[in-house]
């Protein structure tokens, strides 16, 4: 028995040997438009749109499936008698396999410049209507949203193995499908920071081998609008494939590195800078990075935010990296890193860093959180000296530094530094004085620690983290202000001689 087969599709990628298919399977091929126009010029035979529907397309093709005709046709039950004896009396012929892909919104929306205009006439409105008619009634109607199913449903049709759950897989996939295609376009139209309705969609970027840990399974999805200046928009070069948790520290890297205007570089470890050093030069940069904790920096993420050089390559092959993340890599450089196989080689487009995400979600039971990025840099502008120490010139440029430091350690966090690179960095504990034991202790094993600054991510609600930093040599401090009882670190400032200044900007990282 002949049945019918309904194709519209904006990509024509696999069509007409699809189409041959079909005929050849005693199909009967209706189809619209441009599509109609690809399988006649392929000779394939093709009844137009207007034939099943008695009307001919208008409004520029805004309307010419919008039909009883083809909607009876596909949202008749073949199980139910008077549905089949309603679509008889009507003259409609079922139809068997709806193929359709819909017009390119997402490549439209992406194109720069666009206008309002040119996006909406890229709204379908027949498309995700009959997807949605045939995925519905998925146990009669075969629905085909992606051409990389052409094959697999051929091979099925051919050797009639076309199987309840293979019906249901595809119209899963054709729901996905325009889910994510409304919620593109939902996102465009949308002017409200935080909607009602939040309607997010991502694309499976890779398979990740486990999770966290290894018996916990994982995979990497990217916005359906790539960002260029992120780690899914990140090419990797060279190295194994990257898991979960290189993922989750090259993000928290490349953010952190893509505030400095300098060469700068970043030592990324759990989610937390165990060196950050800035420099004239890239070699230099590294260098201090390196010094700022030479044993946490094992197997930690390097981002980098000028081309990696021969002569810091070199430096950097004399360790167990797990990844490099730069704008480029000399060739010489190049060579000397991908001598370590499984060492991950990624580049990132820095000229693209004003694309970086605005907003960050996260999971949470039962739900999530978004908030907007913590893109906040102080400058001694911002400072507020609280004590009768007035801090110098040199000691303001390296509060500025730890303040941009501390805002990318997890919270309670305290940072040591001095004006380019860091000393020692106290992150993730439950009260602020063990941070400040552990930056401190560190930052005395290193040069330089006599110029060192101190930077909190939040007040001190009590004075001991003061009084232990001014014991153990520190001689300025910066800090947000806001407890209530600032003035007791203001005095215990004032007992021991340091200079203290407060910005009035929190900056937990949890």
């Given amino acids: 028995m002949t049945k019918r087969a309904l194709l519209s599709v904006s990509d024509k990628q696999g069509l007409t040997a699809f189409a041959q298919g079909l005929v050849a399977l005693d199909y009967q091929l209706v189809s619209?438009?441009?599509?109609?126009?690809?399988?006649?010029?392929?000779?394939?035979?093709?009844?137009?749109?207007?034939d099943v529907t008695g009307f001919p397309e208008m409004l520029d093709g805004r309307v010419k499936t919008l039909h009883p005709n083809v909607h009876a046709g596909l949202l008749a039950r073949r199980d139910v008698p008077a549905h089949m004896a309603q679509l008889k009396d009507a003259g409609i012929?079922?139809?068997?396999?709806?193929?359709?892909?819909?017009?390119?919104?997402?490549a439209t929306i992406q194109q720069p410049d666009v206008t309002q205009a040119e996006a909406i006439e890229q709204i379908d409105i027949g498309g995700p209507s009959m997807l949605r008619s045939a995925a519905k009634n998925f146990a009669a109607v075969l629905p085909v949203v992606d051409p990389a199913d052409y094959a697999d449903l051929l091979t099925a049709l051919q050797t009639d193995?076309?199987?309840?759950?293979?019906?249901?897989?595809?119209a899963a996939k054709v729901f996905q499908h325009t889910a994510a295609y409304d919620a593109l376009i939902a996102q465009y139209l949308t002017t409200e920071t935080y909607p009602e309705k939040l309607t997010l969609t991502y694309d499976k970027k890779q398979a990740l081998r486990y999770g966290e840990n290894s018996h916990q399974t994982a995979t990497f999805y990217e916005n359906a609008l790539p960002t260029p200046f992120s780690i899914t928009g990140a090419k990797q070069l060279h190295g194994k494939e990257l898991s979960y948790n290189n993922i989750k520290d090259a993000d928290a890297a490349l953010r952190m590195v893509s505030e400095y205007a300098q060469p700068?570089?970043?030592?990324?470890?759990?989610?937390?800078p165990c060196g950050v050093g800035l420099g004239e030069t890239l070699e230099s940069a590294w260098d201090k990075a390196y010094a700022a904790d030479s044993i946490s920096i094992f197997g930690g993420i390097?981002?980098?935010?000028?081309?990696?050089d021969v002569a810091t390559a070199q430096k950097m092959h004399e360790l167990f990296l797990e990844i490099i993340i730069a704008p480029s890599f000399d060739d010489e450089a190049y060579a000397v890193l991908a001598k370590k196989k499984n060492l991950r080689l990624m580049t990132v487009d820095f000229n693209q860093a004003h694309t970086a995400d605005g907003f960050e979600t996260i999971s949470v039971g039962g739900g999530l959180?978004?908030?907007a990025v913590d893109q906040k840099i102080e400058t001694p502008a911002d400072f507020t000296v609280v004590t009768k120490q007035q801090p110098t010139t040199e000691q303001l440029k390296a509060l500025a530094f730890g303040q941009q430091v501390v805002k990318h350690v997890k919270s309670n966090?305290?940072?040591?530094?001095?004006?380019?690179?860091t000393l020692g960095v106290g992150s993730g504990q439950m009260n602020r004085i063990d941070s400040t034991k552990i930056?401190?202790?560190?930052?005395?094993?290193?040069?330089?620690?006599?110029?060192?600054?101190?930077?909190?991510?939040?007040?001190?609600?009590?004075?001991?983290?003061?009084?232990?930093?001014?014991?153990?040599g520190i001689r300025v401090i910066v800090q947000p202000g806001g407890s209530i009882r600032d003035q007791d670190s203001i005095a215990m400032a004032d007992k021991y001689g340091i200079a203290m200044v407060t910005t009035g900007v929190r900056h937990f990282r949890h």
Avoid: W
């Fill in 439 to 472: 930056a401190i202790d560190k930052a005395m094993q290193q040069p330089g620690y006599e110029q060192a600054i101190l930077a909190s991510d939040a007040f001190f609600p009590m004075d001991d983290c003061v009084e232990y930093a001014a014991q153990h």
């Fill in 302 to 308: 390097i981002a980098v935010n000028r081309p990696v």
């Fill in 161 to 170: 193995t076309v199987t309840p759950a293979f019906r249901q897989n595809l």
């Fill in 32 to 50: 619209t438009g441009g599509t109609k126009k690809a399988l006649e010029a392929a000779n394939i035979p093709v009844m137009g749109i207007e």
């Fill in 369 to 371: 959180l978004r908030q």
């Fill in 93 to 106: 012929t079922p139809i068997d396999l709806v193929v359709v892909n819909l017009y390119p919104f997402k």
């Fill in 413 to 421: 966090a305290i940072v040591v530094t001095t004006t380019d690179r």
């Fill in 264 to 272: 700068a570089v970043v030592a990324m470890k759990h989610m937390n």
